[in-house]
């Protein structure tokens, strides 16, 4: 069995997608919890539906050292062997990363190195570029800038603003994020020392 | 008449791109000029074949300001509408970009903003980005940041190189060089205020 924690801050729109994609379908893959930072986050309902054991841990209720803590214990209770990003969005500190060292992938709405940060749609209309698209990478100490998995090009026309791109864009990361996860989980994913990522043949 | 000039400093394909696809078709585009900053440009040697008028402005002749000044002279006895710097490796100064405002265009062998500057491809294979491409931008007074007209987005496989990348990118600069300066040519391009670039209904 490959065991996933989710992580997710919003409406868990990519964490459907991974239930839908690999927690449902005859794999060994399964979502082993789900974890948000945000009481109001919509991903802790769908957990709940689908009988998948949930935590918030509320960012409001305490420090980040205090916060992170709990989430390793968490994690930890759980046995994973993957960590994702699914709309997680609160950086997490060198600590948590080394202690899941190449064990975290996120998912984020922008060509990388692109458009790192919150808001990469708007940043990349307001930019006025003609393609943007989505990433799937690993989580590294600096925010967006781990090894690279998966990306999709996405195209921008002179029509769309931010809901518009969003929209697309996230119809993409419902594949992309999945696919990663199963090719991770496959063995089939080749960090290499210079940090670029292949596919083992 | 719509009339380019073509800046070039290397080995020309994209020059022979606008050559093929516009300056012998049938259309109101013509390649009034050839400026190059190099000795040893086969640009130049394209030109000639093709009798375009050329020009060496040897940059180690002169220094900025000399060679600048000899630039403007020589583009402005050419009454030109659009100039095109077409693998034109040295960086024009703020005042050579507002005597020329909003009528020079770039091709940048990345999807910018990712991988401005020398060496794109190179800075692409390193990073480990799944997706690179092409850029064609009006030039402002900083590199590679200018409004973006049309992008071309190419897969990067695995085993892709600095050359590999390169020879792919290279295929569709030569599409999307031509195909930008066309619409520019039949007033079809409307550069907004925003900065950012939409075509004209």
Redesign the interface.
Known sequence: MFRLAVLASGRGSNLQAIINKLHLSKNNIKISCVISNKKMAIALEIAKNYEIPFYLIDENRYNNDEYEEMLIKTINSHDIDLIVLAGYLKILSAKFVNTFKDSIINIHPS?????PGLDAQKQAI??????S?CTVHYVNKKVDTG???????VKVE?KDDEASLSKKILKYEHQLLPEAIELIAQGKIKLNK??????KE
Chains 1, 2 share one sequence.
């Open positions: 060509l990388l190195p692109a458009f307001n930019y006025g570029v003609k393609i698209g090894p690279i998995i998966k990306q999709k090009a002179d210079d940090r670029t990522v292949t596919i």
